[in-house]
């Protein structure tokens, strides 16, 4: 390979290197140039090297190499740039992720995605389905207790623990902080309650601290398909079935069905209830 | 001998309202009632919600209404005896989710419930409290329904209550009635007269009389013994009154 040219069209720039790092280290690899010590090191490959002379080559000197070679040098400011660009590139591409990172369950954004085609499915076919909302009873307390990483490892048990009790077509997410929710498409109500009761006895396994097992409140919901209810709706009528399920104390299933408890003041009047209560005055 | 099964089978389900009137209680004794009068008896905790039945049995049944409901198990894989008489199919206590019964699955309950019910002379619903769809399908497997009530004017009113839901949903009225708790046999007929008039002048039918039970110092012994009254001590008077409400409910009209 033929140094003709190079030298003179990188001449002077010795000069500039002088008392340089870069200069020392020319003189260390026994070379004139900063050109020509980088050709060499191309095939001794150390890369800290190698950056360091790409450094100090001067725009020309770079043109020059290019003709020779067919790598390009760039500079640590290219080299910055370039990783910014993977760094934008990566948050774009992890803003495309449907997974969480830390369970590996679907995130929020598959979730309200796949649970809107769901809605549109199923007022379509008039074939209802399920939506599980999950909180893990406690969990400020037990990330207290163990710790965040004991506490993070536990969340990842539970992940395997819905996954283990949903079947593949279930769609299982982490909802956000200690919630989970699994799609159950093409499910009534009643299977719907026995991967609930499944997951409950799955989380039995998983022991946080000595004798302690982790519990969840469980919220179920069935989309009606005649009701024509949003996305917000059906999500606000399953969160509604798990705040029950923790007001009657965690630990436990909860799920709404149309007029399923009758209010005992909506059926009896104040007439009625007026005279049920005359037997007060007849027992005195 | 071999149960040949029969076709006389006769089904009550026995309702309250709300709890801590005594259903259980009245509901344990009644069967143990019917023992003595030679019944083949079958009771079924159908009380998912809080089922206390086999701990007032002292009894601790390995299945329960749960695998019939999310395993595979049927209702005659799980009866037990009670000890007392009579077979027992156990609810289970402590899975409060069991409250809830979606429709389906009663009508999956009831029809494994229904295959043994030949086998009884005698078969009682020991239904759950409070007022739920699930709570009035359980009362619809029996064609007639007896209502547990006390003096006190919220039992009545949720008595009340379960009445005309029933009436409303599903056409019923004839109901019977049991008074617990009462002072005395005049305090009894009293609430019951009360009750009925209310019945008549609101719904427009008559309900029942089947009997009454006295509040008795025995009774809280009795469940802290774990025993049905009716066996551990035949001297009392709450005996009596089991015998003459099962009396009652044999010739109640129809059934």
């Known amino acids: 390979m033929s140094t003709e040219g190079l030298e003179e069209e990188s001449g002077g720039q010795g000069e500039d290197l002088q008392d340089t790092p870069s200069r020392r280290l020319l003189d260390i690899l026994g070379k004139d140039n900063v050109i020509s010590a980088w050709l060499d090191m191309r095939q001794d490959g150390d890369p800290e090297v190698f950056i360091a002379l790409a450094e100090k080559l001067s725009v020309s000197e770079r043109a020059a190499l290019r003709r020779i070679t067919d790598t390009t040098i760039g500079l640590r400011d290219d080299l910055l740039k370039r990783l910014s660009e993977l760094e934008a590139e990566n948050a774009q591409l992890k803003s495309l992720s449907l997974r969480d990172d830390l369970t590996g369950l679907y995130n929020y954004r598959y979730f309200a995605r796949q649970l809107k085609n769901e809605i549109s499915m199923s007022s379509r076919t008039g074939r209802p389905f399920s939506l599980m909302m999950i909180d893990v009873d406690n969990f400020k307390t037990i990330n207290d207790t163990i710790g965040h990483n004991d506490a993070n490892n536990v969340m990842v048990k539970i992940a395997d623990a819905i996954m283990e009790s949903i079947r593949n077509t279930d769609i299982g997410c982490r909802y956000g902080g200690d919630e989970f929710a699994v799609i159950i498409p093409a499910t009534y109500m009643h299977d719907s309650l026995k991967i609930a009761q499944r997951f409950k006895e799955a989380l039995t396994r998983i022991i946080w601290r000595q004798d302690e097992y982790i519990t969840a409140s469980i919220g179920l919901a069935e989309h009606d398909p005649e009701s024509g209810s949003t996305f917000e709706e059906f999500v606000n009528t399953a969160d509604k079935a798990l705040y029950k399920a923790k007001e009657l104390g965690k630990d436990r299933i909860f799920y709404f069905e149309s007029d399923n408890w009758i209010n005992e003041s909506e059926m009896v009047s104040s007439e009625e209830k007026g005279a049920l209560y005359k037997i007060m005055d007849m027992l005195d | ?255």
């Open chain 2, 1 to 255: 001998m071999i149960d040949t099964g029969n076709n006389n089978y006769k089904v009550v389900s026995i309702a309250s309202g709300k709890g801590g009137v005594g259903k259980t209680f009245i509901t344990t004794n009644l069967a143990a009632s019917f023992v003595n009068a030679g019944k083949k008896v079958l009771v079924v905790d159908c009380d998912m919600g809080l089922a206390n039945m086999d701990i007032l049995l002292g009894i601790n049944p390995e299945h329960s209404l749960v695998d019939v409901i999310f395993g595979d198990y049927s209702v005659k894989d799980i009866i037990v005896p009670s000890g007392a008489g009579f077979d027992l199919v156990p609810a289970s206590s402590g899975v409060k989710e069991m409250a809830q019964l979606y429709n389906e699955k009663i009508r999956q309950v009831q029809s494994s419930l229904e295959s043994v019910f030949p086998e009884y002379d005698m078969v009682i619903l020991d239904t759950g409290a409070g007022i739920s769809d699930e709570v009035l399908q359980l009362n619809m497997i029996a064609p007639r329904n007896i209502i547990v009530l006390n003096k006190e004017p919220t039992s009545m009113t949720d008595a009340y209550a379960v009445i005309k839901v029933m009436h409303q949903k599903s056409g019923r009225q004839r109901f019977g009635i049991v008074i617990n708790s009462a002072a005395n046999e005049k305090e009894a007929e009293m609430v019951f007269k009360h009750l009925d008039s209310i019945c008549a002048r609101f719904l427009d039918f008559h309900l029942t009389y089947l009997g009454h039970v006295l509040y008795d110092s025995a009774v809280p012994r009795s469940i802290l013994e774990q025993k049905v009254l009716v066996k551990s001590s035949s001297d009392s008077g709450i005996v009596g009154h089991c015998s003459k409400i099962a009396d009652a409910v044999s010739r109640w009209q129809g059934l």
